[in-house]
């Protein structure tokens, strides 16, 4: 028995290994970035990879405080997320210059928050003795945390694009509209505009201020409901998952994986 524990005891060693060098190598990474970034006077992307340095330590404050244990592979995807969304998508631009990496990033967070809210659910659900709530409620909790977390960061980004105009909800060309605004009789009949070619934008004064080419420019509610939609793929797909790991943890180990527990 002894020999099996110390064989888990390096097992687990060996796999936080590959976290810590994961953390690290970002880390480093981050830093050069920060120094290119004041070499080249860009101050806002340095303060983002300030905020970034914070993320990245953050995994391992909060297991110190609470006395929680991340699993490695949560760990390494927590790390090269941060990475992802701050450094490769804000500024280096991934975001425009990659096809849906917004899109990506968004699907693997609805997968990690439904991971964290399942680990919550269940550690409350071990040190329960009165109540044992059912996989299935397990998974649907597990679920709508996921998506409250996906909702409650889109109206941040809402919040930012209204209070410091960032275009946090990134827009895109339509070359169609429909709307009830359209119709001249007030009707509530809503009427479409096809193949739109480019828009011109004037002020008040009758001044062009902009000749947009490719269509119309929509602002950000594709993107929104882009992001809840695949945030809500990336929910269901750990939430099963999730069910399955929760009826039979001997079976479904899979989910485990991603299971943050609490330390002895």
């Known amino acids: 028995m002894s020999k099996i524990v110390e064989e888990l005891k390096k097992e687990y060693k060996e796999t936080k290994k590959s976290s810590i060098l994961v953390y690290f190598t970002l880390r480093f990474l981050v830093i050069l970035c920060l120094i290119r970034q004041i070499i080249l006077g860009h101050f806002d ?21 609470l006395k929680i244990t991340l699993p490695n592979t949560l760990e390494v995807i927590i790390y090269i997320f941060i990475f992802s969304a701050e450094i490769l998508g804000e500024i280096y631009n991934f975001y425009g210059n990659i096809p849906n990496w ?42 709508c945390f996921s998506m409250t ?37 007030k009707s509530n009949k809503a009427l479409k505009i096809k193949d739109i070619d480019h828009t011109i934008l004037y002020d008040a004064k009758g001044n062009v201020l902009m000749v947009i080419e490719g269509g ?14 695949v945030n809500f793929i990336g929910a269901s797909v750990y939430s099963i998952l999730g069910y399955f790991y929760i009826k039979n943890r001997d079976k479904y180990t899979l989910a485990s994986k991603f299971l943050i527990t609490k330390e002895k």
């Open 45 to 65: 992307s340095a303060l983002l990879c300030v905020l970034s340095l914070f993320l990245l330590i953050l995994p391992i404050i909060i297991q110190r405080r």
């Open 102 to 143: 917004d899109l990506i990033l968004h699907t693997l967070n609805g997968f990690l928050c439904a991971a964290v809210g399942l680990s919550l659910i269940d550690l409350l659900n071990k040190k329960s003795k009165s109540i044992k709530l059912s996989p299935a409620y397990v998974a649907l909790a597990s679920f």
């Open 149 to 185: 977390i996906g909702v409650c960061w889109e109206f941040i980004e809402y919040a930012f694009d209204k209070t410091t105009l960032v275009d946090m909800q990134k827009d895109e060309f339509i070359t169609s509209i429909t709307s009830v605004e359209f119709d001249p009789n």
């Open 216 to 229: 119309y420019l929509d602002i950000g509610l594709n993107d929104t409901i882009e992001d809840l939609l």
